[in-house]
């Protein structure tokens, strides 16, 4: 766990441990810093208070505690909040944070902090801590993806009446609306979205009182502390409880599909703001320039976006290896568990704002759009005005390939050949065949719902505006 170490003069884990009534002597050096986990879990130590103070009242609830002893407890737990948030827990030499917490309960409670512990395990205390911080990272996480789509969706609306080559196999092949481009990226963060509140969801279920694997002997209302810490459901089995990580999975998977997606996106910032397409100009904010030369502008923060992805992509692949192979119950491998959700979490709240602020001021540049188009982006649209003339499209498909041909055997465009060229290949081609090529009239023949017609792309906006609306913010 990064080999943490302890304060000078004070070796790490120096501590008393809570299990350690069982062994004789210390732990081997050796040892000391692979047990440790304070350097990542020392993050959970409000979800741990939070957990602790309502297990006190549990407990009291139960009659294990008197109220004084409770009162007491939960006072030691705020004053152990308020030393934490003043001090820090740079000399902490505990293996965790539980243990940080329990000793500095003891030295703000006294002797009645040893009755906190009662029916509580390790296991379930820091699968419902961490399971808090998920749900809370959820939110805050689906918001910033929010943010993005509310950007792309601006975008897209001030692309509606752009028009730029679309591309298939990164070759042109139709033209499109530029909104219907970023359309294109909208759409997939809404699904990310989605899959950030199913995450949240599979998060929301209480696992304390499951003891460390057969569940609690003391009469604790499980219900109340579900309701108490904000759970939606309690869990159904003691055993599953301490070892599911399903959830982080599900949250680790939907931060890798947020990196595709990021990645994806830069990708294509990356390529058109590139002075062979120019398409698009990233703000120079969102740009930096070289050390050696002075005319570079580099798409840093889509190049730095693109990468992190592969931070996102490798933390579902840990989660999931790390689980593939435990047995039953609660297994000290779990502890690794949180690196990864640390990881996903941090590094989409760092990569999300700056996308977002760089989509915001992002500018499309029409003319370099225009200048980049052949008229071969419409040997679809010459297809289709022979299909309208009862021409089977396979053989129209076919006439229209050997007229593409034809003009480049000739250096000329498409568009540039005579109508009798055109009637030398088909005799249903008439002089109205240079009507084909004309952008406008290809984009708003792709009328279908989803296309890249005006009435299509506005449709697809007023959906977005709809579901972005919907999303409820944290």
Request: net charge negative.
């Amino acid at each position: 766990m990064g080999g943490r170490k302890g304060a000078p003069g004070k070796p790490a884990g120096d501590a008393k441990a809570l299990w350690g009534g069982r062994f004789e002597g210390g732990m081997a050096p050796a040892m000391v810093p692979l047990n440790l986990s304070l350097g990542i879990d020392q993050r959970l130590w409000r979800e741990d208070i939070r957990g602790s103070s309502a297990w006190a009242r549990a407990l009291g609830g139960a009659g294990v505690l008197t109220p004084d002893e409770r009162d007491a407890i939960l006072a030691g737990l705020t004053a152990v909040a308020v030393r934490i948030e003043s001090e820090g827990l740079a000399d902490a030499p505990e293996e965790d944070i539980h243990s940080v917490v329990e000793r500095m309960l003891g030295e703000a409670a006294g002797a009645v902090a040893g009755k906190l512990h009662t029916g509580r395990s390790r296991n379930d205390q820091s699968a419902t801590g961490v399971r808090m911080y998920g749900m809370e990272s959820a939110v805050r996480i689906r918001d910033e993806l929010a943010a993005l789509a509310e950007a792309l969706h601006a975008l897209a609306a001030r692309g509606v009446d752009v028009i730029m080559p679309g591309y298939t196999h990164l070759q042109q092949a139709q033209p499109i609306r530029a909104a219907h481009w970023a359309l294109a990226h909208l759409f997939p963060f809404l699904r990310d979205i989605e899959r950030i509140e199913a995450a949240a969801d599979s998060a929301s279920v209480l696992t304390l009182g499951s003891g460390a694997i057969a569940g609690c002997p003391f009469p604790v209302d499980r219900e109340v502390l579900r309701a108490e810490l904000g759970f939606a459901r309690i869990s159904e089995n003691s055993i599953d409880a301490v070892s599911d990580r399903d959830w982080m999975c599900d949250l680790t998977y939907g931060g890798a599909m947020v990196g595709v997606h990021l990645s994806r996106l830069a990708e294509d910032l990356i390529l058109f703001s590139s002075i062979e397409f120019g398409f698009v100009r990233l703000s120079d904010g969102y740009s930096t320039g070289s050390s050696l030369m002075p005319q570079k502008r580099n798409p840093d923060v889509a190049e730095l976006a693109r990468g992190k992805s592969a931070r996102l992509v490798g933390n579902l692949t840990r989660m999931l290896t790390l689980l593939k192979s435990l047995p039953t119950g609660y297994n000290r491998d779990l502890q690794e568990d949180k690196e990864a959700l640390f990881d996903t979490v941090d590094t989409l709240l760092l990569t999300l704002p700056a996308v977002t602020g760089a989509i915001e001021t992002l500018s499309l540049v029409p003319e370099r759009m225009r200048d980049a188009m052949a008229s071969e982006l419409l040997a679809t649209d010459l297809a289709d005005y022979l299909v309208h003339r009862g021409v089977p499209f396979r053989t129209s498909h076919e006439v229209v390939g050997r007229l593409v041909r034809k003009a480049e055997e000739r250096g000329v465009s498409l568009s540039g050949l005579t109508t009798d060229d055109f009637r030398a290949e088909h005799e249903v081609f008439e002089d109205d065949v240079h009507k084909v090529f004309d952008w406008q009239a290809s984009v708003d023949s792709r009328n279908s719902s989803g296309g890249t017609s005006l009435r299509a792309v506005k449709q697809q906006l007023a959906a977005a505006s709809v579901r972005l609306a919907a999303i409820g913010r944290g």
